[in-house]
């Protein structure tokens, strides 16, 4: 999954989170920025994550 996939999903849950009042296209257009601003920290935070994961059988001696 690529940060467009992300943002995307994410930007279709928030327009969905405001049925009830019609968004202008301002709101969408600032709800799209939203969205791609939390789906590039998530991708930050979990290619971190990644990062400092152990590595497997990094403790052997030689």
Not at 5 to 30: K, S, Y
Not at 38 to 61: S, T
Request: with cysteine; net charge negative.
């Amino acid at each position: 999954m690529d940060i467009h996939d992300i943002a995307l999903n994410l930007f279709a849950q928030l327009v969905g989170a405001h049925r009830g009042a019609p968004l202008d296209a301002d709101a969408r257009i600032e709800l799209g920025r939203e969205a791609y601003r939390c789906a590039e920290a998530f991708i930050a935070a979990k290619d971190l994550y990644i990062r400092e994961l152990p590595v497997p059988g990094g403790e052997q001696i030689y």
